[in-house]
T-cell receptor, first 116, second 116 residues
Framework: GENVEQHPSTLSVQEGDSAVIKCTYS??????FPWYKQELGKGPQLIID?????GEKKDQRIAVTLNKTAKHFSLHITETQPEDSAVYFC???????????????FGTGTRLTIIP | GAGVSQSPRYKVAKRGQDVALRCDPI?????LFWYQQALGQGPEFLTY????????KSGLPSDRFFAERPEGSVSTLKIQRTQQEDSAVYLC??????????????FGPGTRLTVL
């Protein structure tokens, strides 16, 4: 099955600086890679996702890059703000067949702290 | 519109008790997933429904875990004879399910189960 590794496990950056979180995956059949933000006591919230036919995607201060050959993808947050403090999870999912299972395999999470 | 809702938000059970956790997915969403999130870890897949059909239950840790979605909307995860190792946050997610691509999974707030 799929195995997703994520690092670092904790990350502290000064407000206004950039943060980068990296993930690797093992299953070459995976082709959908979402990133979730989870705040204390809440469920994961999708912040950005990328599919394997795209190398990079950007949404305001957040960007994700994907290298299918190396089987790794990264989350980039620029101009960080205190409200970016949370736990971030990467995940991977295979292309579903007609009635297949699009289950997500998650990384172990990165606790991001923005220092004011 | 309303997101995924789960109830109860918190559940304390004595070891050996049975518990039932409820998930109300986003209206019209075909796919429904249950995940288990241990403290400090990423969510781990338990089971998957497409409408009322349970197509994958490979992640259920033992036969004490049972899930159903009889009418293709609300789902219940039942744990019989709870053990301390069952203590975790149980997350439900739903997705609209387009046939040819992996669709976004929207998560509920989770139910935190504590087994004493």
């Amino acid at each position: 099955g799929e195995n997703v590794e994520q690092h670092p496990s904790t990350l502290s950056v000064q407000e206004g600086d950039s943060a980068v979180i990296k993930c690797t995956y093992s299953d070459s059949a995976s082709n959908y890679f979402p990133w979730y933000k989870q705040e204390l006591g809440k469920g994961p919230q999708l912040i950005i996702d990328i599919r394997s036919n795209v190398g990079e995607k950007k949404d305001q201060r957040i960007a994700v890059t994907l290298n299918k050959t190396a089987k790794h993808f990264s989350l980039h947050i620029t101009e960080t703000q205190p409200e970016d403090s949370a736990v971030y999870f990467c995940a991977a999912s295979p292309q579903p067949r007609n009635f297949g299972n699009e289950k997500l395999t998650f990384g172990t999470g990165t606790r991001l702290t923005i220092i004011p | 519109g309303a997101g995924v809702s789960q109830s109860p938000r918190y559940k304390v059970a004595k070891r050996g008790q049975d518990v039932a956790l409820r998930c109300d997915p986003i209206s019209g969403h075909v796919s429904l997933f249950w995940y288990q999130q241990a403290l400090g870890q990423g969510p781990e897949f338990l089971t998957y429904f497409q409408n009322e059909a349970q197509l994958d239950k490979s992640g259920l840790p033992s036969d004490r875990f049972f899930a159903e979605r009889p009418e293709g909307s609300v789902s219940t995860l039942k744990i019989q004879r709870t053990q301390q190792e069952d203590s975790a946050v149980y997350l439900c997610a739903s997705s609209l399910r387009f046939r040819t691509s992996t669709d976004t999974q929207y998560f509920g707030p989770g139910t935190r189960l504590t087994v004493l």
